[in-house]
């Protein structure tokens, strides 16, 4: 009870101040997580392409005619699959890839859609894995995407409801969870200026395998149709000569970029965010930590006197100087118990629209960070408080030196 009441009378006479620089931590190192919420976002599409396994590869883009858009009718740039698969069978070409859709569908009344990735397209992608799109436990299962399917465990069964031909419902097993904020491969998106975020995409979606099982249960089910893009990857010694004919077949429509050059792209624009967005959050936490130290001095030497009582009383230096570090460390542990709540919380108050988190990726990665900072925050206190008060004696203290 001794060392309780020594805690509380520790604050006694500066609680306002105590509060206004646990506030200002708390803004801080919000501000913190969230810029390190926006990198991940746009770091994640950059090594997802980055680390693919695929070394001479091109991503051919389309830039449909707005009748086939109206026709619904555009699929694969224009090109039939019969064509690429002839295409395919050239002897310079290692494997043309691409991602289908399977539409429309709804769970419980929310429409959403399933993609389907040929089972190669995992291994030439191997983050994929790393967000959570893992067959390998349940080849013909489907990956969940949603804060909709928050709940649903691994291995539970799952009933979607189809329209097309008919109206039906069907059941499939879950083989996993994509992570928050469901990042996933599309080639749905063009630009002449091709970067990763043209190829990873974030919203609610079922992942499910292209395997032979799987296609003949959705035909029956759903209007299967291929995404506009996709790529094509070249033997390793290709001739320059034999890309470009290849690609001359598939370019009347679109363009052809290289994941080589789509990495570069993005690397660029990477850092260019990193030079806009780091600088002011850096400042604020040097700004707030280096207030943070500041006030424990001034606290320590306000409070000279008390701990002259302190060690007249029978409490030892060593002790006096834990009772200071403890109490000085609790200002730091508020604004990490607020900004921990918070990542835990962000991603259910996002799907309820009280937060609209679109373009950060607040996952339990940002604990690190931040319990990276409390650590270094607590060692330089102990620091500073141990070499404050070695400096006095209970006498200075009382002399008030």
């Given amino acids: 009870m001794k060392t309780l009441h020594l805690f509380r009378s520790f604050f006694r006479g500066i609680r306002i101040s105590s509060v206004l620089l646990s506030l200002m931590m708390t803004a801080t190192i919000l501000i913190g ?25 091109y991503y051919i883009q389309s830039f449909p005619d707005p009748k086939d858009l109206v026709n619904g009718n ?33 769970y419980k009344d929310y429409g959403i859609s399933i993609v389907l990735y040929e089972p190669e397209l995992l291994y030439a992608f191997p983050e994929l894995k790393e967000m959570g799109i893992d067959f390998s436990k349940n080849p013909n299962g489907c990956v969940l995407g949603s804060q909709l399917f928050q709940g649903i465990r691994t291995g539970d069964a799952i009933e979607l409801e189809f329209y097309q031909p008919k109206y039906s419902t069907a059941s499939f097993t879950v083989a996993g969870h994509i992570q928050a904020p469901y990042k996933h491969l599309t080639f749905s998106s063009s630009s002449t200026n091709s ?26 089910l759903a209007e299967i149709n ?17 890309i470009d004919t290849v690609l001359k077949k598939v370019m009347d429509k679109g363009i052809a970029v290289s994941l080589d050059d789509i990495t570069e792209n993005t690397q660029a624009h990477v850092s260019k965010r990193l030079k806009q967005w780091l600088p002011r959050p850096l400042f604020l936490l040097l700004s707030a930590t280096v207030a943070y130290l500041s006030t424990v001095l001034l606290m320590v030497r306000k409070k000279e006197k008390e701990l002259a009582v302190w060690y007249l009383c029978g409490c030892s230096k060593p002790r006096c100087s834990g009772i200071v570090f403890v109490s000085a460390s609790i200002l730091a542990v508020v604004p990490i118990l607020i900004n921990t709540a918070f990542v835990f919380l962000a991603p259910t108050l996002d799907w309820l629209g009280i937060l609209d988190l679109s373009g950060f990726s607040v996952t339990k990665d940002a604990l690190l960070p931040i319990l990276g900072y409390y650590l270094i925050t607590v060692v330089v206190c102990l620091i500073v408080t141990r070499a404050s008060m070695a400096k006095h004696s209970p006498l200075t203290y009382l002399r008030g030196v």
């Fill in 33 to 57: 997580v969230l810029t390190y919420a926006r990198i991940r976002y746009v770091t994640t599409d950059y090594t997802t392409v980055k680390e693919t396994t695929l070394e001479n590869a």
């Fill in 74 to 106: 555009f699929q694969l740039g224009g090109v039939t699959i019969e064509e690429l698969q002839a295409i395919e069978q050239d002897p310079s070409v290692q494997k043309i890839y691409t991602i289908r859709t399977a539409n429309p569908l709804s």
């Fill in 195 to 220: 970067t990763a975020d043209y190829l990873v995409s974030a919203q609610n979606i079922i992942i499910m395998q292209a395997t032979d099982e799987v296609i003949s249960r959705l035909s029956s």
């Fill in 226 to 242: 291929y995404q506009q893009n996709y790529i094509i990857a070249f033997q390793e010694g290709a001739s320059q000569e034999q």
